[in-house]
């Protein structure tokens, strides 16, 4: 069983794919299966992957249900211990970005690090201290995070869902379920935002439909009005409440830990 799993999927993304995979295949660390799901590309994407085929664990290309279905697909092929997913168009930060990862002894069931735009060479967004203050306000960027492969089998990407079905499953895995979370300080990935998830307007629409199905009414209004409070602080005031009002962050984290209380009570007693 290799340490890792890092599974690509592609479409039509002739002037992508070949940065993605030479990012994959140039890692120190040599205890990975490189896996690729093309959804039946039609630009010249699938002759470039061929270029890779001795380097392929498993490799396909054909039609598919969108973008999470892609993964799951991926998912069922993989052996490794922990998945990562470097769709085409992100990339690997540097060739060392496994091996750091590995001599980390990762443990727990997530590990997350970060994540950079490719644009700008900025970082998406720095540590939080704790996780349920960002999972409430955005998600973990699948390209800077390492999953435990038995964790995507027992809780599939939702197919229904055709932007927001990462943030589901991790709801599910870190606030349903016990699933644990450990962060290492280092960049992992650049982020290519021409994807779908970068459409913000439907962002939204999808979201409210997770919560939702997921919870009880008096949680949801209670996660907006954590959200309503969030967004109010950073784009009123313009200050971001971990590092610049300490005050106004411990109240947004006690609001946050008490939806997670509330959360945990309702899966323990749903009536």
């Not at 750091?100 to 069931?109: A, I």
């Amino acid at each position: 069983m290799p340490t890792f799993s890092v599974i690509t999927v592609c479409y039509n993304e002739a002037e992508s794919i070949k940065k993605t995979l030479d990012s994959i295949v140039s890692q120190t660390y040599p205890d990975y299966e490189l896996i690729v799901v093309d959804g039946g590309s039609t630009d010249g994407s699938k002759d470039i992957i061929k270029q890779y085929e001795s380097r392929l664990a498993w490799w396909c290309s054909e039609q598919d249900r969108g973008i999470y279905h892609a993964m799951n697909k991926g998912v069922t092929h993989a052996t490794g211990n922990y998945i990562i997913f470097i769709n085409a168009g992100d990339r690997f930060f540097d060739e060392n970005v496994l091996m750091d990862v590995y001599n980390s002894k990762p443990h727990t069931d997530v590990i997350e690090g970060y994540v950079v735009r490719g644009d700008k060479n900025i970082r998406l967004r720095e540590k939080y201290d704790d996780i349920y203050v960002h999972l409430f306000t955005d998600t973990l960027s699948h390209q800077g995070s390492f999953i435990k492969r038995e964790l995507l089998l027992a809780h599939p990407y939702d197919e229904r869902y055709k932007i927001v079905a990462d943030w589901k499953f991790w709801l599910e895995v870190l606030i349903l379920e016990p699933g644990t979370y450990s962060f290492i300080d280092r960049d992992i990935a650049f982020y290519d935002t021409t994807g779908i998830s970068s459409i913000r307007e439907k962002v939204f629409e999808e979201r409210e439909k997770v919560l939702q199905e997921l919870f009880p009414p008096y949680v949801v209004q209670l996660v907006h009005s954590y959200f309503d409070a969030y967004t109010l602080s950073v784009t009123k005031y313009a200050v971001y409440l971990d590092k610049h009002s300490p005050k106004g962050y411990q109240l947004i984290r006690k609001i946050a830990k008490r939806i997670v209380k509330v959360v945990k009570k309702f899966k323990t007693n749903p009536s």
